[in-house]
């Protein structure tokens, strides 16, 4: 499970990968508390791959058309998950510092983190 180990960018603290919300939710270092995020081009390659592999496993399940599409939009965050410990066995996901305007959908009174 080595390779599933994260380093914090910022202080260099080791981060259990338990300790690392998975699809990209924003988190925060438990010793220096700065803003995280696992890389964007580690989890872009994860969501191209999770699409595109429900997108082939459900045409070869005989799915068409518009059914073939929702099949794959609503199966691919099972692939997600499985390909995020596939890909992360080859390419280790590394973690960067989360900028302020990482999360465009502010709510007004949502609290600052
Ligand atoms: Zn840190």
Same mark, same amino acid.
């Given at each position: 499970m080595a390779r599933y180990v994260y380093w914090c960018p910022s202080c260099g603290t080791r981060i259990a990968p338990k300790n690392v919300p998975m699809l990209n939710r924003p988190y925060s270092c438990p010793a220096c508390s700065a803003p995280l995020r696992v890389a964007v081009p580690h989890m872009g390659l994860v969501y191209g791959a999770g699409l595109l592999s429900t997108f082939v496993a459900t045409y070869l399940a005989g799915l068409r058309g518009l059914l073939l599409v929702f099949a794959s939009i609503l199966g691919s965050p099972v692939a997600y998950l499985a390909l995020y410990m596939v890909i992360g066995l080859i390419w280790p996901g590394k973690l960067e510092l989360r900028p =302020?305007?990482?999360?465009?959908?502010?709510? =007004?009174?949502r609290p600052p983190d």
């Open positions: =302020p305007t990482d999360f465009p959908l502010r709510f =007004p009174n």
